[in-house]
């Protein structure tokens, strides 16, 4: 049973940077695709970004493009999310999660159903 859970959450102000990790036991994480995902208040979780359990292949919402960049060391068994010029917008509880993909080393989703285990969250707040 693979277990996530994340770290680096934290209140930060408009403009500034924070860098998540997840830190997984229980399994290895190279037959996994990676997500981080986000949950605000009244809104449906949604897919910030993800990537392919090789590395190769990154997704990015459209709001955070050139702001957040994912990366995963696989023999560190974690992953990491790298957020810059953060806005009050993003401010909500981050989720890591691994969805299995075995061999399709260039394949993940971006749907929450897709993915098998969640961490607990952690807690990004965004405020002046």
């Known amino acids: 049973q693979l277990q996530l859970v994340e770290s680096g959450g934290g209140l930060v102000r408009p403009g500034g940077g924070l860098k998540l990790s997840c830190a997984a036991s229980g399994g290895t994480l190279d037959i996994y695709a990676m997500g981080w995902f986000r949950q605000a208040p009244g809104k449906e979780r949604e897919a910030v970004s993800c990537i392919s359990s090789k590395g190769g292949d990154t997704y990015y919402l459209d709001s955070v493009k050139e702001r957040f960049t994912i990366s995963r060391d696989n023999a560190k068994n974690t992953v990491y999310l790298q957020m810059d010029s953060l806005e009050p917008e993003d401010t909500a509880i981050y989720y890591c999660?691994?969805?299995?993909?075995?061999?399709?080393?260039?394949?993940?989703?971006?749907?929450?159903?897709?993915?098998?285990?969640w961490g607990q969250g952690t807690q990004v707040t965004v405020s002046s």
């Open positions: 999660a691994a969805e299995w993909v075995g061999l399709n080393r260039n394949y993940f989703s971006t749907h929450p159903r897709e993915y098998n285990y």
